[in-house]
């Protein structure tokens, strides 16, 4: 009997245990967090639709306005088997001294060289060399936006008002101007009309160029008893052209201190046609008057100081006044000597 009762009590302990470790082992468990409803919509694929292309102008602005100078790749291998050129290492010579007291006789005189003369061909020659185009108006125009002359404006020919790189590439190629053209980045067809505004400027051309105007001295030296020709100022002149191409007018574009311009002149040579194995430098074409021109206006007679188209309307009869001047100012320098 007691053996009994040991037994039952032993039961009931391992029962009592049991359920213990298992009311432990849910009291351990993580609860779970309540989740509430929070349910998110479906997405809906839309297409998606580009905002509209609005055509707002776009102006393209230069930086810098620059002279129109023609651009010459320079050779790679000698273009002469003759080594060395003596023009680039020229000098301009000086001009002898003249004493005021020995200056007895000066006038002023203005010419004109038109570069469609036989003898002006030299002006009009365009060939590439390493030292750029070689048409003397190209010469002219490298050297005033490179800084070594100074242009100077054509209200007058004193050389008062200097004019500036963007003044004179405006006088040759005009204003800027806005126009509208198709935009082939965004309608690369041109189905759509898109169109953007450009600035542009017209370009130069060389052929307008059509003569030079020249002021220069004339000294008699008592000391050496001859007359002096002195050249003061170069002015390129330009033709305005109608629409079909014939000559409305000129005017003068600027004018270049000649002794500021010798030293340039001087190490470029002049086209000879002539002779071609003997070069001349500009400098020397000038100093040595390898030209023809006429003359526009002097001092001689002349105390209104007005040019020959001032008060002669017949061009045929300024030419001869022109030579009447000329003529007068010879007669005067033979006339100092006696025999």
Do not use: C
């Not at 002469?80 to 006789?105: A, C, F, M």
């Not at 001295?217 to 305005?240: K, M, Q, Y």
């Not at 109608?242 to 002149?265: H, K």
């Not at 470029?268 to 001349?280: D, K, Q, T």
């Amino acid at each position: 009997m007691m053996k009994r009762i040991s037994w039952m009590v032993l039961l009931l302990a391992g029962l009592v245990a049991t359920q213990d470790a298992m009311a432990q082992k849910k009291t351990t468990k993580k609860a779970k967090p309540k989740t509430t409803n929070t349910k998110q919509p479906a997405v809906v694929n839309t297409p998606v639709v580009a905002p509209p292309v609005v055509d707002t102008p776009k102006v393209k602005v230069e930086e810098k306005d620059t002279i129109p100078v023609k651009a010459v790749v320079p050779s790679r291998r000698p273009t002469s088997t003759v080594e060395g050129n003596l023009t680039l290492d020229k000098t301009p010579l000086q001009y002898d001294h003249i004493r005021i007291d020995d200056q007895v006789y000066k006038q002023i005189v203005w010419r004109e060289i038109n570069v469609k003369e036989k003898m002006n061909l030299p002006f009009t020659y365009e060939a590439d060399e390493d030292n750029g185009n070689q048409k003397f108006f190209n010469i002219l125009l490298r050297h005033i936006k490179e800084g070594d002359i100074t242009a100077f404006s054509n209200a007058n020919d004193r050389f008062t008002t200097a004019l500036k790189v963007e003044e004179i590439a405006t006088m040759l190629m005009g204003k800027k101007y806005v126009i509208s053209k198709p935009d082939l980045v965004l309608d690369p067809d041109m189905s759509k009309g898109i169109m953007k505004d450009t600035t542009i400027r017209d370009e130069f051309n060389e052929n307008t160029i059509v003569a030079y105007r020249i002021k220069e001295e004339i000294i008699f030296d008592r000391e050496t008893s001859r007359l002096h020709f002195r050249i003061l100022g170069i002015a390129p002149v330009r033709a305005v052209l109608n629409d079909d191409g014939s000559f409305r007018d000129s005017y003068t574009l600027f004018w270049l201190y000649y002794p500021e311009l010798r030293p340039v002149l001087a190490k470029y040579e002049a086209y000879n046609p002539r002779n071609m194995g003997m070069r001349m430098s500009w400098e020397e074409i000038f100093e040595s008057r390898y030209f023809s021109s006429y003359i526009t206006k002097s001092t001689l007679n002349n105390p209104f100081d007005k040019a020959l188209s001032g008060y002669i309307a017949d061009p045929l009869m300024r030419l001869l006044e022109g030579e009447n001047i000329r003529e007068t100012i010879f007669n005067w320098e033979q006339n100092q000597w006696s025999y």
